[in-house]
């Protein structure tokens, strides 16, 4: 084992297809904007236009669902699946991984959900607010432009912590597939041991885990130890290793 | 970036595919754990971080090692990507992947997230082996000396032995 291609064999498209869909989103809403009348040769939006601050207010808020969310679910599912599929060597997915992605799915949809709808608020009361006070369209547009980026990056973070808890439930079903009849493998609590560790962590990190270990382990946060380890965007991560060489390397293991 | 780990050799008892998914599941921490541990390739310590990064690094509470390690994002992502098995031998492609961290600067002795996420970890992964600009490189994507004795002892655990080579 010497060297490594330079070449990824994965593509980096979880952040192409996010940067697109941005860009879409942002231009289809500055569009929507433009219909905010002003003053002639100002940028000033004009005042007591209710109506047509209203559709356009209903028209971002129809592309932050279509453009943004739908298309953001899509990606989540697209790069959680392939996560998973990277952690079993690209053999096709089991039935239990496929159901607990899918499980890991609905929660993370509804947490970019969340962020959709809270962006769609902030707009609609910022046109608003520049409807009744005659503010600056271009102001409001960046405004707009600010919040749509700001939401793609939160997606974003969801995105990768679907990617992560995808990966970690499909390394323990792999593992256990693998050494199922021929050994008995432990699952090494691996990552970061420093100040910012959440007392789980800080607990469990450099010690191994048995499967029922995993199972009965608790974050305390409400969301499945195997998956998410010691909560939300968690640094750490599960390496089987046979439960003989964790006793060779005097590796506390806990069941 | 990757690495392959090919066996090739006479018909072992357990089938070609077992032992490469288990290999498969193995090999990733090893390289996780040795990279964590501040150790390269060759199980030599990593070219030392800079004087102004270790401060910083430390300054915000976190591990002063060497391991390239902030969010772990890249150690974590670190996975076979892929298992080809075939009447002679198999292949494992070990690759970090696609994901992105949250970008963190160090600014006054606290670790911030600047809002941006950072290169996808096969890119970041790239960086750090092979060095780039004034960032030296350190070479962590293989599997080390140590790390293919300790992959040869857990499959001797699995009633395995086989011939191994990596490229």
């Known amino acids: ?255 | 970036m990757s690495i392959a780990v090919t066996r090739s050799g006479g018909p072992p008892r357990v089938p070609l595919e077992r032992i490469a998914k288990l290999m498969a599941t193995l090999a990733p921490g090893l390289i996780r754990e040795r990279t964590g541990d501040g150790l390269d390739v060759q199980d030599r310590p990593f070219v030392a971080y800079s004087r102004d990064y270790l401060l910083a690094k430390t300054s915000a509470g976190r591990n002063p090692g060497v391991n390239l390690t902030v969010t772990n994002g890249l150690l974590g992502s670190v996975a076979a990507v892929s298992v080809v098995v075939t009447e002679q031998g198999f292949t494992i492609v070990i690759a970090p992947g696609a994901g992105t961290s949250a970008a963190t600067q160090f600014v006054d002795g606290v670790a911030r997230r600047t809002g941006k996420r950072s290169p996808t970890h096969s890119v970041l992964g790239a960086i750090h082996h092979y060095g780039r600009g004034q960032m030296p490189a350190r070479p962590w994507l293989a599997l080390s000396p140590k790390d293919m004795t300790s992959l040869m002892r857990q499959l001797l655990d699995a009633g395995i032995a086989i011939p191994l080579r990596g490229r």
Not at chain 1, 53 to 73: H, N, P, S, Y
Not at chain 1, 125 to 131: E, K, M, N, Q, V
Not at chain 1, 144 to 168: E, F, K, L, N, P
């Open chain 1, 1 to 255: 084992m010497a060297a490594a291609d330079k070449s990824g064999p994965i593509a980096d498209a979880a952040v192409a297809d996010l940067e697109s869909i941005r860009v879409q989103l942002d231009r289809e809403i500055r569009r929507a904007l433009l219909r905010l009348n002003t003053a002639p040769g100002e940028d000033t939006l004009i005042k007591a236009q209710g109506r047509v601050a209203a559709q356009v207010a209903a028209q971002i808020d129809a592309a932050m669902k279509v453009r943004g969310l739908t298309a953001i679910e899509g990606v989540l599912r697209d790069r959680a699946i392939e996560s998973a599929l990277a952690a079993l060597g690209g053999v096709d997915l089991p039935v239990s991984v496929t159901t607990e992605v899918n499980a890991i799915l609905k929660s993370q949809t509804k947490d970019i959900a969340d962020v959709f709808n809270d962006a769609s608020s902030t707009i609609r009361r910022a046109i608003a607010l520049g409807t009744t006070t005659s503010a600056s369209l271009s102001d409001l547009v960046d405004g707009v432009a600010g919040v749509i980026g700001t939401s793609v990056t939160r997606a974003q973070a969801a995105v990768d912590a679907s990617v992560m808890a995808a990966g970690r439930t499909a390394v323990i079903r792999a593992a256990t597939e693998a050494a199922d009849g021929i050994v008995n493998l432990v699952y090494l609590y691996s990552g970061p041991k420093d100040s910012r560790n959440r007392p789980f962590c800080r607990v469990h990190v450099g010690k191994a885990l048995t499967e029922s270990g995993i199972a009965q382990a608790n974050n305390g946060q409400g969301l499945p130890v195997d998956a998410f380890a010691g909560g939300y965007n968690c640094r750490h991560v599960w390496s089987p290793m046979t439960m003989a060489e964790a006793q060779r390397r005097r590796i506390e293991i806990l069941e």
